[in-house]
C-alpha cells in the first residue's frame, strides 16, 4: 500500500562532517562540509543547522528561487539550530538568500548562559569576523528562543519538538512530524544514562529516520584507540546509534557528523559493518536524498547522487 504524498518529506545532506571543515581527497565521496541538512515538506522549507553545507545549499536554493517565476517569488525557510557552537553557525554569513529582499527566515536556537541564538549571530557577523553586518542585510529575520521539551506547530500539520541533549554548552534535537511521518536530527550528544535514556528513546520511538551523532566508535569512545577517553566531550559512537534504533524501532538509522579525520575508506568500512547489525543504515553523504512517505511502496526511498 502507497504513502500519500500529502505528508511527503524529503531530506537532502549538504554538510556531514563534525568539528570542522576538511576538504581533500579523503573526504571527496562522503563530504568535508560541517552540519546541514535540508527537509522540504508540499508547504515548508526547514534546514537544520547551519555549517559550512549551508553556503552550497544557498547557491542551490538562489539558483532555484530564480526559476520558479519572473517575479522571483520569495522564499520563506525555518532554520532550526541545535546549538551555538562555530561548525553549527559558520556556514550562515555565507547564505545567499539571506541577502535577498523578500525573503523571510525564522530562525530557532537555544539561549546558553545568557547568550542568545540572535546575539551570536550578530557578533558573528560584525567586523573584524565579518565585512556584513546583520542589521545590513535585505532579508527579514525572525530569532525565537527555546528550550528543551518545546513543541513548535509550523502549520500544514507539521510539528517540531526539542530534546535537550548531553553536550558541552548544551544543544537540542529536534523531531519533526507530519501526519505519519517522522524523523529525528540528533547531533553533537553523548550517549544519555538512566531516566534521560529511557526519555531520549521515547523521543525518537517509531521514527522513520534518526540522523545521529556517530562522531566516534566505541572503542575511541573509551580510550581503546587513540590512548584518550572521550567521555564528556560531548559527542556518540556510531554502535550506540545502532543500538538504540534497535531499542526504538526506528525504521532507517543516518549515521551523522563524521570525525574531521576520518577518511572515505573508514567510513565505507563503517557503513558495512553497521549494516550487519542494523540492515536500514547509512552513513550519511553529502548529495544523498531521502524520501519519506512519498507514494512508494517502500516508506523510506534513499537516492544517492
Known amino acids: ?39 522540504r515538506s508540499t508547504n515548508h522549507s526547514i534546514i ?14 538562489t539558483e532555484q528561487q530564480s526559476h520558479m517565476s519572473e517575479k522571483q517569488e520569495s522564499l520563506k525557510v525555518d532554520l532550526f539550530f541545535s546549538h551555538q557552537h562555530w561548525d553549527h553557525i559558520q556556514g550562515l554569513p555565507f547564505f545567499k ?83 505519519d511521518n517522522a524523523i529525528v536530527y540528533c547531533t553533537d550528544t553523548e550517549p544519555l544514562a538512566d531516566s534521560d535514556a529511557q526519555q531520549f528513546l521515547s523521543f525518537i520511538q517509531g521514527v522513520d529516520v534518526l540522523i545521529y551523532d556517530s562522531h566516534y566508535t566505541d572503542d575511541e569512545y573509551c580510550g581503546m584507540v587513540g590512548g584518550i577517553p572521550k567521555t564528556g566531550w560531548g559527542h556518540s559512537t556510531w554502535q550506540e546509534g545502532v543500538r538504540i534504533s534497535q531499542q526504538a524501532h526506528v525504521r532507517s538509522l543516518v549515521l551523522f557528523h563524521h570525525k574531521e579525520d576520518r577518511t572515505d575508506d573508514e567510513l565505507k568500512s563503517i557503513e558495512k559493518l553497521a549494516q550487519d547489525l542494523f540492515r536500514s543504515t547509512i552513513v550519511a553523504r553529502e548529495g544523498v536524498k531521502i524520501i519519506v512517505g512519498g507514494g512508494s511502496t517502500e516508506k523510506v526511498v534513499i537516492h544517492y547522487p
Not at 153 to 158: E, I, N, P, T
Open 97 to 179: 538568500p539571506l541577502y535577498q529582499t523578500g525573503n523571510i527566515f525564522h530562525l530557532y536556537g537555544e539561549t546558553k548562559d545568557s547568550i542568545s541564538l540572535e546575539r551570536t549571530i550578530k557578533m558573528q557577523m560584525q567586523p573584524p569576523h565579518f565585512p556584513i553586518s546583520i542589521e545590513s542585510i535585505k532579508s527579514t529575520l525572525y530569532f525565537h528562543s527555546i528550550t528543551g521539551g518545546q513543541t513548535i506547530d509550523l502549520g500544514y500539520g507539521l510539528e517540531i519538538t526539542s530534546f535537550s541533549l548531553n553536550h558541552p554548552n548544551g544543544a537540542l534535537a529536534y523531531r519533526l512530524n507530519l501526519g
Open 1 to 39: 500500500m502507497g504513502h500519500t504524498k500529502d505528508h511527503m518529506l524529503e531530506i537532502t545532506f549538504w554538510g556531514v562532517r563534525g568539528s570542522r571543515p576538511t576538504p581533500g581527497p579523503e573526504t571527496t565521496h562522503y563530504g568535508g562540509n560541517t552540519s546541514c541538512v535540508h527537509v
Open 48 to 61: 537544520f543547522d547551519g555549517g559550512t553545507g549551508l553556503a552550497a545549499l544557498g547557491q542551490y536554493m
